[in-house]
């Protein structure tokens, strides 16, 4: 079971094997858990906002 590749995320920039793509970025199931017990009120949320926009942006580039 070692035949995955390791991916970036675009949270932590650590390589992980298990998480979520969104569009051609990915996010490690620790940073999505993270992200989604964040209230939004959290300053961490707006961190999160500012790196789901580089996708977008990324993506319309
Ligand atoms: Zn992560």
Request: net charge negative; with cysteine.
């Amino acid at each position: 079971m070692e035949s995955q590749e390791q991916v970036q995320c675009i949270i932590c920039s650590q390589l992980k094997r298990d998480g979520i793509h969104i569009c051609t970025s990915f996010i490690c199931t620790d940073c999505e858990s993270e992200l989604v017990r964040t209230d939004v009120l959290d300053d961490k949320y707006s961190f999160f906002i500012k790196q789901m926009r580089q996708i977008v942006l990324k993506k319309n580039a």
